[in-house]
């Protein structure tokens, strides 16, 4: 068995699992109940315990009012549900997700900082350039993807400076003078660029990390390149081993390009997991997740992704013409979610899923995602073969059938191929996301942490 370190496993707060936060049709209580934010706390402290990295708290800046419709609106926004699960936890990182194309730096600068603060140290922030929410931010149409990246660099340049504006040793707190933090160690930034202008310092002391763990989820080539710059963790949508090894390289590859170690980066296919005591145990599970009424919302739902597939008047034993999915060409003009529209292209043009229903199945229950369905012992295999061959750094883990297996069944294994930390060797409240993560990021440098009374 190879020598490993233990991977890293976020999750996501959007997860799906039967027996934790199921659908709200088949729960005796509203899915926005007054206990929820209380539940969501207690699993955040469980997934402590059980040795889990992170947190992911995904947004998605607009209303889809098919989600909404059919499986309830979003509990809270990423900052404020972060900020009170910082509050319930010691050890475990919040990452969350902001928008570079709706947001201003200094204002970004000064809420990641704080919640760095709150948190000890647990801090990531996942930046994105937002495919969808143009018409609740004053654009008539969304400016296309290098336009968007383009921005998103600068943003991240805006903040960083932001962050490095304090000198680390500004806080004198000398009691003979009665001057607490010596100015002349704060210095503005005086930024001017295409998209922002920005004069003065932070108006916040520097954060136990300095800047919040980096994360990204581009898969394009200009995602990826951006993600090579300057990120430590990569979010991925990836369906097959092959796919996960192709990108994987690529990317690895990219970070090396632009003169960072490949560690410094980790990357983090999402999965889900359907156990069973057996193959066809899991297979029944996995099954079970949906009826075709859920079907029929899934043939509605994937047109908020890619507008332009109308699948209305198949059946679900027909097969799904490849014409009806826009073309690569079609899928770039658009501008928005083009990587992942590409993998479901995919599965029709390899005949992976011969029938609308099989492809709705696929589709509603990973959104493109890598998912395992079998025996506890032949994910555990699985998840290492990943690892293993070079198509993961870790997980994130969506959902599935069952985190009572996962957590029994599962995670031993995992333990015992040296893949998941063993929460016993934990030392204390830990040393923050980064030197959990074992990532940085460039431009960081190292600022002593504050003590707050």
Do not use: C
Request: glycine share 8%; proline share 6%; net charge negative.
């Amino acid at each position: 068995m190879p020598q490993r370190n233990p991977s890293v496993f976020f999750v996501s707060s959007e997860f799906r699992f039967a027996d934790r936060f199921p659908r709200w049709k088949f729960s005796s209580t509203p899915a926005e109940s007054e206990g929820n934010h209380r539940a969501r706390a207690e699993f955040a402290r469980e997934l402590e315990q059980l040795g889990f990295d992170a947190v992911f708290i995904a947004d998605f800046a607009g209303l889809n009012r098919t989600q909404i419709a059919y499986d309830g609106p979003r509990s809270f926004e990423p900052l404020t549900l972060a900020t009170y699960l910082a509050a319930h936890t010691d050890r475990i990182g919040l990452v969350i997700t902001l928008s570079t194309q709706f947001s201003e730096p200094y204002t970004v600068a000064r809420e990641l900082t704080s919640l760095d603060r709150l948190s000890g140290g647990r801090a990531g922030w996942n930046v994105v350039t937002s495919f969808n929410g143009e018409v609740n931010y004053g654009y008539t149409t969304l400016p296309a993807p290098q336009d968007r990246y383009r921005r998103a660099r600068e943003f991240l340049g805006v903040t960083k400076a932001l962050w490095k504006s304090w000198d680390p040793d500004a806080i004198i707190a000398d009691p003979d003078s009665e001057i607490y933090v010596d100015t002349d160690r704060v210095r503005d930034i005086d930024w001017e660029g295409e998209n922002f202008r920005v004069r003065q310092a932070l108006d916040l002391p520097p954060a136990p990390q300095s800047f919040p763990v980096i994360a990204q989820a581009g898969a394009s080539d200009i995602g990826i390149e951006f993600a090579a710059e300057s990120a430590e963790v990569v979010f991925v949508a990836s369906p097959d081993l092959a796919s996960g090894q192709s990108y994987y390289r690529k990317l690895k590859d990219a970070v090396v390009a632009k003169g960072r170690h490949p560690d410094d980066l980790k990357v983090l296919p999402g999965i889900r997991i359907y156990l069973g005591d057996t193959e066809t145990d899991a297979k029944a599970a996995y099954r079970a997740e949906l009826t075709d009424r859920d079907l029929e919302r899934a043939r509605e739902a994937i047109r908020y992704e890619i507008p332009e597939l109308d699948l209305t008047d198949l059946g679900f034993d027909d097969p799904i013409p490849l014409d009806r999915f826009p073309t690569l060409a079609e899928l770039e003009q658009r501008g928005r979610r083009v990587s992942r529209a590409l993998i479901y292209r995919r599965w029709i043009e390899t005949g992976e899923y011969a029938t609308l229903r099989d492809f709705l199945v696929r589709y509603a229950t990973s959104f493109g995602h890598f998912q395992i369905v079998g025996t506890a012992e032949h994910a555990a295999a699985t998840i290492a073969q990943w690892i293993d061959e070079g198509a993961a750094d870790g997980f994130i883990l969506l959902g599935g059938s069952s985190f009572e297996r996962i957590r029994r069944d599962l995670l031993p294994r995992l333990r015992d191929l040296g893949i998941f930390r063993d929460p016993e060797n934990e030392n204390g409240h830990d040393v923050g996301l980064r030197r959990r993560l074992g990532t940085t990021t460039p431009g960081l440098e190292t600022t002593r942490l504050l003590v707050e009374s």
